[in-house]
């Protein structure tokens, strides 16, 4: 998933300290308290007609894997979206039907997305989805892959037509949605998948313990980085706890070439959302490379560095150097890692084909 680091966009959120009056008083003695207020790690959200249930996550698990929901029956939502590839895919862009099995940063194939894969981590607390936003809910987003020709580009309705006729799924609908005449419908799909997809959750990375209070979590590289992260603006638009938020700028990175990509404005035809596009979280970085929106930037360092320049000219922070860069760079990279909630992957699905299969990568 790409990266945008700070932009002036305004103080960060308040809300409930974690057990604390005063802010930063529960984080950790450790180089000093948080330089911002420390805040309760949110509950995961879920609308009132989709509670989550164990039933919902098991049958949402399932579907997310099976290539059954392809037109080539090879490609699935976990191809793009994998465990293994930072719940995105390694790639610049996707590859999608057409491309075989292989999945992560060996896949090709004749077609291609627009945009870089973004991550499912945390995606439960967005109030819009993809670049763009123009997804209004985890429910809501489950539909565009089947609508657009180079993703699953198979008809949602002829998805649920075949897999109701297959005994293992009508049985884990009906446990999934009990008391419904009919419970294999396309609204239920959606609602499954998105109850799986709300149990992507990271929030127990070094920093979270350094603010509960243990004083060795984070090094002191990272300490210097989670400094350098406050003074450079980067909480107004990736607000701790949740290093993310619902905003969209313009950090003027580089276009997929030959690829035209007005970014939010395409959905609301607004002028000032030209070029702007969703403000990605930053928890788990290390595994969502290649970054931005169009994957331009290889390395998380390198983005780092973009967006370093970028804030000293859009918002009026300090140029930073080597040893700084790196600091921010480690803080970003290991203080708010953690896949802890990683989903398992399973051996067969109930249409009996095969899953994708993960090729090798290299990580930077």
């Not at 790409?2 to 930063?24: I, Q």
């Not at 000093?32 to 509670?51: H, S």
């Not at 895919?89 to 004749?110: E, F, T, Y």
């Not at 109701?164 to 998948?193: K, L, M, Q």
Request: proline share 10%; charged share 20%; glycine share 10%.
């Amino acid at each position: 998933m790409a990266v945008a680091l700070p932009v002036a966009c305004g103080a960060p959120d308040g809300a409930a300290k974690h057990g604390a009056s005063d802010a930063g008083a529960t984080a950790s003695d450790a180089g000093g308290a948080a330089p911002w207020p420390v805040q309760e790690f949110p509950a995961v959200p879920a609308p009132i007609d989709n509670p989550t249930t164990d039933e919902k996550i098991a049958l949402g698990r399932m579907l997310f894997y099976d290539p059954v929901a392809s037109v080539d029956r090879q490609l699935a939502c976990g191809t793009c979206h994998s465990e293994f590839w930072g719940m995105a895919d390694a790639l610049p862009v996707s590859v999608g039907n057409g491309g075989g099995l292989v999945a992560g940063p060996g896949r090709q194939g004749p077609r291609t997305t627009r945009r870089n894969a973004p991550t499912l981590w945390n995606a439960a607390f967005r109030s819009h989805l993809f670049w763009d936003g123009r997804g209004a809910s985890l429910e809501d987003q489950v539909h565009f892959p089947f609508d657009a020709p180079e993703e699953l580009s198979r008809p949602l309705a002829d998805v649920v037509a075949e897999i109701r006729a297959i005994p293992a799924y009508a049985s884990a609908f009906a446990s999934a949605f009990p008391g419904a005449g009919d419970p294999v419908t396309e609204a239920n799909f959606t609602r499954a998948v998105a109850a799986f997809e709300r149990t992507m959750i990271s929030r127990r990375g070094l920093y979270d313990a350094w603010v509960e209070g243990d004083t060795g979590a984070m090094s002191d590289s990272m300490l210097r980085g989670m400094r350098l992260f406050a003074e450079e603006g980067c909480p107004d638009c990736h607000r701790p706890p949740l290093f993310s938020s619902d905003r969209f700028e313009d950090r003027h990175v580089p276009p997929v070439p030959g690829v035209d990509d007005a970014g939010r404005f395409e959905v609301t035809g607004d002028p000032a959302d030209r070029n702007r596009f969703a403000v990605p979280t930053l928890r788990n970085l290390p595994d969502s490379g290649p970054y931005f929106h169009s994957g331009a930037v290889e390395t998380l360092g390198e983005a780092v560095r973009h967006e370093v320049a970028e804030s000293a000219v859009a918002a009026g922070a300090r140029s930073l150097d080597d040893d700084e860069v790196s600091d921010l760079t480690v803080f970003l990279q290991k203080a708010l890692f953690d896949t802890t909630n990683s989903p398992s992957r399973p051996h067969e699905v109930p249409s009996g084909l095969p899953l994708p299969i993960d090729g090798p990568g290299v990580r930077h």
